[in-house]
């Protein structure tokens, strides 16, 4: 099975803009989270979708919001952007519980966002 | 916010030599993971420990959970330079709920 893809890999923008970042999960995961990382605060946990349903919410202002289609594919957007939105942020699928789990979250290699 | 701590944050050793990762958390938990990161990329599934287990092994990694003292180590025997990466723990409060990462381990591995 393909992994978890990410686009863009790298992005630039400026103060004020918006962006959204895609996250297609591993064919048959219907549960999607995405992660900020950054030097400063490390992995912090955004949000998480399932059945396109926004089922755990992280401590992030509204700026931060999320989607997720009916084939699982996700996006997230940032709006109104601010110089400590620069980070590299990470989507991860799950395989469904029913199959015994243990299997952890499969990441996808990221977006570089880099705020000017 | 992050749910532990993972000591020591950064580990300097030889090819060959074993590595050892303590992590720390705070609540009680349903799981704990352990995750690799090279260099700016996206994060590896090393291995899950539940809170009933005590000890876990796959090929080179032991892992160990004391839910008493809210703790977990990550083992690494017989390093290798391609070892050499960050790692983290994660722990599940509920089964397939958020991850909450303590801050990693910088290891590194010299040929």
């Known amino acids: 099975k393909a992994g978890v893809t990410q686009t863009p890999r790298y992005l630039i923008k400026t103060r004020g803009q918006q962006v959204t970042l895609s996250c297609s999960p591993i064919s048959g995961h219907r549960s999607v989270s995405w992660y900020q990382q950054t030097p400063g605060q490390g992995l912090q946990f955004l949000f998480e979708y399932f059945s396109e349903t926004q089922r755990n919410k992280g401590n992030f202002p509204g700026r931060f919001s999320g989607r997720q289609f009916s084939n699982s594919r996700s996006e997230m957007n940032v709006s109104t952007l601010e110089l400590g939105d620069s980070a590299l942020y990470l989507c991860?699928?799950?395989?469904?519980?029913?199959?015994?789990?243990?299997?952890?979250?499969?990441f996808g290699p990221g977006t570089r966002l880099t705020v000017l | 916010s992050q749910q532990g701590e993972e000591d020591p944050q950064a580990l300097s050793i030889q090819e060959g030599e074993n590595a050892t990762m303590n992590c720390s958390y705070k609540?009680?938990?349903?799981?704990l993971q352990w995750y690799r990161q090279n260099s700016g990329r996206g994060l590896v599934h090393l291995i899950l420990?539940?809170?009933?287990?005590r000890e876990k092994h796959s090929g080179r990694l032991r892992v160990t959970l004391d839910t008493s003292k809210k703790s977990s180590s990550l083992l690494i025997t017989a390093s290798r330079a391609a070892d050499t990466a960050s790692y983290f723990c994660?722990?599940?409060?509920?089964?397939?709920?958020?991850?909450?990462f303590g801050e990693g381990t910088q290891l590194t591995v010299n040929p």
């Open positions: 991860a699928s799950s395989p469904p519980t029913t199959s015994g789990g243990g299997f952890g979250q499969f």
């Open positions: 609540t009680s938990i349903n799981n």
């Open positions: 420990i539940r809170s009933n287990e």
């Open positions: 994660a722990t599940e409060e509920t089964s397939g709920s958020r991850l909450t």
